[in-house]
């Protein structure tokens, strides 16, 4: 009987934190264990991803076709991640002609490195897009002469599908240069202005969600001295450097802590069921 209480009390605690998240999700969920947590000031947090959504920080971006690399994003180099990045951008993972991943030298060495799109068929005059692996790590060979299939003029075919996270933590706002809220984030990202996406992005990063997740709800004059919107504690190396919080205070005079950003442009396993 002595244990009942704090368990129902964790449960509760736990439903709370999937508020923020659709039925859609739910269904590519994976389970981890829930605990609390004691802040270094004393108040009780709660971890926010007691159930986290496989792929809900991950965004699929076009590199440039025909070119080996994804510049300033980053390469998908595993054939499970390619897999995910089929779901999110709504395309078959391979072809009823052709299998998902690349297999044999003459078309690896003609088809883009990593996950890439490309034709579903190459003899379809209006073929729709699929999504395939190339396993090659090296650079292509010069193409012979007898080279039939379809290429690029660098002599590589195919788009390559690139990765970059859907939510970072940004670099910590100082009091004595406090940014204006749009300038929070780094280039293709942006603040969090709202309490359901807040939640949603410390859950798929598993951070903590403290117990007064509003700033300010029990002494007013602290949404002043903490970024706007969707943010993180100082690091001081405490435990409460994990927790995520939201300050509903536009333009706070004295904000000290790290926002956090999602990207601008989306593409996830969490969108796939959308329209």
Known sequence: MSTFFPTLFLLSLVTASGAALTAAQ?????????????????EMARVAAAEIPDGCDDVFLDGTEGVDG????????????CREASVALKLSYGSTRHNAVVTGEEWEEIRVKGCFKFPCSDSDPAPG?????????EDPKVLDSNATHRVSTGGLAGTPICHKHRYIKATEVNATATKAFASYCP?????????DGCRTSGICKAYREATQFRTGTLHESEKDT????????KDDGTASANFVFFNN?????????????????????????SS
């Open 187 to 195: 280039a293709g990202y942006a603040a969090i202005d709202d309490e």
């Open 129 to 137: 897009l699929c999504v395939f692996y190339n396993e090659r790590e």
């Open 70 to 81: 994804c510049g300033d994003l980053n390469l998908i180099d595993n054939d499970d991640q």
């Open 226 to 233: 903490f970024p706007e919107g969707c943010f993180m504690h």
């Open 249 to 273: 205070k536009t333009a706070p005079s004295a904000a000290v802590g790290s926002p956090l950003c999602k990207a601008s442009e989306a593409a996830s396993p969490r969108d796939a069921g």
């Open 26 to 42: 739910s269904k590519m969920m994976r389970r981890d264990t829930a605990a609390l947590h004691l802040a270094a000031s004393g």
